[in-house]
């Protein structure tokens, strides 16, 4: 199974493809947000633009999937939602790609995982 990419995030997961990890801001309030959308969430604008980000956040929480949603993985797998710490405003979520399991609060990074020359995704792992 592969991500739906539709017309707002083709070209972020494009962007991931290629080794990019950015995010769109919104022109108006500054807003951070993901996944990609056509309008901001807080204003209902539409001015954005794409900006790297740090990527570097905290866990805020986790689960152990038994569903096969995305390529790579095998169920069971660890999925976590990372508050980052650039833009706290803004949360992701991603699979977890480390031995042990992830811990709330704990400082993670993001990895691109290459899937095939069209799909990178963005996975976490431990800081350090
Ligand atoms: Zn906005």
């Known amino acids: 199974m592969r991500p739906v990419v539709d ?14 990890f ?3 801001r919104c022109d108006s309030c500054a807003t ?13 604008t539409r001015g954005w633009h794409w900006e790297p980000i740090a990527p570097v956040g905290r866990v805020e929480s986790w ?3 038994h569903q096969p949603f995305l390529a790579g993985t095998t169920e069971p797998y ?10 706290p405003e ?4 991603g ?7 992830p811990a709330d609060g704990m400082a993670v990074r993001a ?6 020359e069209e799909l990178s995704l963005v996975d976490w792992c431990p800081l350090g």
Request: contains cysteine; charged residues 30%.
């Open 7 to 20: 017309r707002d995030s083709s070209e972020w997961w494009e962007r991931v493809a290629r080794g990019e």
């Open 22 to 24: 950015v995010l769109q």
């Open 111 to 116: 990895r691109l995982t290459e899937v095939d």
């Open 95 to 101: 699979n977890w790609r480390a031995q042990g399991p």
């Open 32 to 44: 951070v947000r993901f996944p990609a959308r056509a309008y901001c969430h807080r204003c209902r």
């Open 78 to 87: 660890v999925v976590v939602r990372v508050r980052l710490d650039e833009a």
């Open 63 to 65: 689960i152990v999937s």
């Open 90 to 93: 803004c949360v992701m979520y």
